[in-house]
């Protein structure tokens, strides 16, 4: 029991820098903006307009999903380019695989296996949707992972996603 | 080198809210954006305008639509004389970084109690009838360019037909837009106004005559607050006609207010 809490406690999502793509306007940034403000799991989304980078900050101990700030910047239109997540270890196993599983998520890392990960470790996304087209076609060629194409695979036999992290 | 630099420099980004013709982007999910329009024309042979109220929704990232009033003086009194419904489907979008390409099919339903003088169909006022069409709209980091492909078909009028008026029945269009980002140079925050320059080309064919027009519509537009847009354009015939057209020689202002995530 005290471990479990120990856990909750002490792996989360602290920020996300999320680049998106194909922002010409203002109007269209503040779209985005409001769109993301929607998620009840961000606390603030500070934006770069010029860069078209979006620093967001997350509750703390929220239940974190990546794949609804993907789902929310398309619904305003855009794409995301890139989302890079700082990410609080603690004393995280990845495998020979580069798989490592922390509160029911399931994370591959392309570039670290067979370590262990503590304290804060920046990290992108690179699954589909997460980087640009020709990125991810790129990627692919080189992702020694059978869950890449589709972002799922099956763990303990149950389907599962699969975030593949590239650690910066 | 210095070449490289000095193009970084003056880089502008292309804009893609035309004023004259929908790119094949849409407006965000769950939004609304709620439009005055008015169209002033001097050859009619008097001054003439028309007024056009109109509500645009966001139903999901690839699906919108617009419904529109057409109020105007041009037949005597300032009445209203018609609606518009227009739908928007995006079914492609490739985005990289500092470009995207998109195509979309759109359909228009409109309804008009104008009689037609002219055999030129203008389903946004003149016309009852029905369109489709699609848009490709290619972002190119300092140009966005768009091409629309339409085709219309204007239904019978029998019952406002005076013996000896122009039967109009199918009409082709077609429309090149560009647009630029010429302010802010650089971002800060959402208060600061964009100001955007427009240019595009607007073109007819009638299939059953032949006849050709081909309009050339510069425009301005400014964005407040990051969420109220104003418009100003003009459409110059620049060859081509059709006889009694008359979209000919307008202006446009218009000002557009966007509530953002106001859907459920």
């Known amino acids: 029991m005290l471990l479990f809490a120990v856990n909750v406690s002490a792996q989360k999502i602290t920020s996300a820098d999320l680049q998106v793509t194909g922002l010409t306007c203002s109007m269209c940034s503040n779209a985005t903006q409001k769109s993301l403000e929607t998620l009840g799991f961000i606390s603030s989304v500070k934006p770069d307009l010029n860069k078209n980078i979006f620093v967001l900050t997350f509750k703390k101990d929220a239940d974190i999903n990546l794949d609804l700030v993907r789902k929310k910047v398309q619904d305003a239109g855009f794409s995301v380019g890139g989302l890079t997540a700082s990410f609080s270890f603690n004393q995280l196993k990845v495998d020979e695989k580069g798989q490592a599983i922390v509160d029911g998520n399931v994370y591959r890392f392309v570039n670290a296996k067979n370590k262990t990960l503590n304290g804060t470790v920046k990290a992108s ?28 695979g099956l763990i303990n036999g149950k389907k599962t996603r699969i975030y593949h992290l590239s650690i910066s | 080198m210095a070449l490289i630099i000095l193009c970084a420099r003056i880089t502008v980004s292309g804009q893609e809210l035309y004023v004259f013709t929908e790119p094949a982007s849409n407006m965000p999910t769950k939004s609304i954006g709620v439009r005055i329009t008015n169209e002033g024309m001097f050859n ?3 001054y003439v305008s028309r007024t056009i109220p109109e509500v645009m929704f966001g139903f999901n990232k690839n699906l919108m639509a617009h419904a529109q009033a057409f109020l105007s003086d041009m037949d005597g009194k300032y009445r209203l004389e ?15 970084a500092h470009s995207h390409f998109r195509a979309s099919a759109f359909g228009r339903v409109s309804t008009s109690k104008r009689p037609t003088y002219t055999k030129d169909i203008n389903l946004e006022g003149d016309n009852s009838g029905m369109q489709g069409g699609l848009i490709f709209t290619q972002l190119l980091h300092k140009l966005a360019l768009s091409a629309t492909l339409g085709y219309a078909h204007a239904f019978e009028n029998q019952a406002r037909q ?4 122009p039967r109009p029945n199918n009409m082709l269009s077609y429309s090149l837009s560009s647009g630029y980002l010429v302010l802010p140079i650089t971002y800060k925050d959402y208060k600061q106004p964009n100001f955007n320059v427009y240019l595009e080309l607007l073109g007819k064919t009638d299939p059953s005559s032949g006849q050709s027009y081909l309009d050339v519509a510069p425009a301005v537009q400014m964005i407040l607050n990051s969420k109220t ?7 110059f015939q620049a060859t ?14 218009r000002a557009e207010f966007n509530f953002f995530n106001v859907l459920k």
Do not use: C, H, W
């Open chain 1, 125 to 152: 996304v690179v699954d589909k949707n997460f980087i640009s087209g020709s990125a991810f076609k790129k990627q692919a060629t080189t992702a020694n992972s059978d869950a890449y194409a589709s972002g799922t």
């Open chain 2, 44 to 46: 009619y042979p008097g």
């Open chain 2, 82 to 96: 018609g609606g518009s419904i227009y739908a928007k489907y995006r079914f492609l979008s490739l985005d990289e």
């Open chain 2, 162 to 165: 005076i013996a000896g008026m």
């Open chain 2, 229 to 235: 847009r104003i418009d100003l354009g003009y459409r």
């Open chain 2, 240 to 253: 081509g006609d059709m006889e009694g057209r008359y979209t000919k020689n307008m202006y446009l202002v």
